[in-house]
């Protein structure tokens, strides 16, 4: 869902009051590289992240699993105090079964890595009912779970895809892809939600993109080992300039998208495009969003550090349908029902800097907004700032080569 309101602009069409159906968005694609994807998906093998994830919370955390031909399957999931995945904190071991889109739990083991993390884990438990339960009973798995807010829901959504990375003045390397469910922002809402989007991938552990200085120290983990990942440059946070999708990215309720931002700091104004798809590939364009408007100046935020909160301002919107379908639906719809009052919408964010790709010049840079809530909120008044990321924004120049 959109957090703004939308002003739907109504074309030129010689006093028709129709939309036009527009040519097809002339933004191309970052990574053109050529995506299969495997059907029925082939989950045997090794399975790792290749950087710092984020999950509502906020929760950091790497990921390593392995699935295997019959169809059991074996998950270390690592969390840490901090957004560089260099403190551990506790760690996972589950075990279990999959099976077409369900799967059942043979065990879940829990070890701690600093008695602070222990004591973190048993306040949070004692705040709920059933988290005293579980503090109070070892049987009490289920409770214990749940006050956690654990769960393998990830695992009832699955797409496995092939591509191949470039390399300069070398044969393309092949990259597998795992993509698994997304998680609620809502931690009460965890055990009851079933995704309808996709989590950051995991990368096979034998075929990963280049370079990774993390995936080599997520494979050889284990839970007792928990990776340390390399130390991370702290850069302050320049928004001046534009900013792309790498590549095509996924939101729940099956919304396929890029997106395209410019931020003008003098005067702190900002634009931005949404281009909708209908496909994982982003090459059936549907709709473009455009909104801009100003924000404020940024402040370190409290609950992610090297995060900074900013609250956005939207002061003009509009959509455009770039398929029949979508021109059509639109054309159809009732008066005043697709929002042409313009309402002043507020949109909050949490922006850290990363340091650039290896592979990129020492102007390119990554940004990560932070992920909307999982619950529609008004658009009329401000939202609380996300804690995890959305997928990464890379800087745009006119020398830029993008990383794959």
């Not at 030129?12 to 933004?27: F, I, K, N, Y």
């Not at 306040?123 to 070892?138: I, T, Y």
């Not at 998680?183 to 990963?208: C, F, K, M, N, V």
């Not at 959509?319 to 042409?340: H, I, K, W």
Request: hydrophobic share 35%; aromatic share 10%; charged share 20%.
């Amino acid at each position: 869902p959109l957090n703004f309101g939308l002003l739907l602009k109504a074309a030129d069409t010689a006093g028709v009051g129709h939309l036009r159906w527009e040519p097809r968005c002339q933004q191309p694609l970052l990574n053109r590289a050529p995506v299969t994807t495997l059907l029925p998906p082939r989950l045997d093998g090794p399975w790792i992240s290749t950087g710092c994830e984020v999950r509502p919370g906020p929760e950091f955390l790497t990921r390593s699993y392995t699935f295997f031909p019959n169809r059991l399957f074996r998950a270390y999931q690592f969390y840490y105090r901090d957004a560089a995945c260099r403190e551990p904190a506790h760690s996972l071991l589950i075990k279990g079964k999959v099976r077409c889109a369900d799967y059942h739990l043979h065990k879940v083991g829990v070890v701690f890595h600093s008695r602070r993390a222990l004591l973190d884990v048993a306040a949070r438990l004692d705040q709920s009912r059933a988290g005293r339960a579980c503090l109070l009973s070892a049987r009490a798995e289920r409770d214990c779970a749940a006050a956690l807010g654990f769960t393998m829901h990830e695992l009832s959504l699955v797409r496995v895809q092939r591509r191949l990375q470039p390399k300069p003045q070398a044969a393309p390397r092949l990259v597998e892809e795992l993509y698994l469910g997304d998680i609620h922002t809502d931690w009460a809402e965890r055990r009851h939600y079933r995704p309808t989007g996709y989590q950051r991938p995991l990368q096979s552990a034998l075929h990963h993109a280049r370079p990774c200085p993390a995936c080599s120290l997520i494979a050889r983990s284990d839970e007792h080992h928990p990776p340390v990942l390399p130390p991370q440059v702290a850069l302050p946070l320049r928004l001046g300039g534009r900013w792309v999708s790498p590549g095509c990215e996924v939101r729940p309720a099956v919304l396929f998208l890029t997106r395209l931002f410019t931020f003008h700091g003098h005067n702190r104004s900002w634009e931005g495009y949404y281009h909708h798809f209908s496909d994982p590939t982003c090459q059936q364009p549907t709709f473009t969003v455009y909104a801009a408007g100003r924000y404020t100046k940024g402040t370190p935020s409290a609950k992610v550090r090297g995060g900074t909160e900013l609250v956005f301002q939207v002061t003009r919107a509009r959509v455009t349908p770039r398929d029949q379908v979508t021109t059509a639906m639109l054309n159809f719809s009732e008066p005043s029902s697709c929002g042409v009052a313009l309402k002043l919408a507020f949109d909050s964010w949490t922006a850290p800097w990363d340091p650039a790709h290896p592979m990129d010049s020492p102007r390119h840079g990554l940004l990560h907004p932070g992920l909307c809530p999982g619950r529609f909120h008004s658009p009329a008044v401000p939202a609380r700032p996300g804690s995890p990321w959305l997928g990464t924004l890379q800087i745009h120049t006119k020398a830029s080569k993008f990383a794959s």
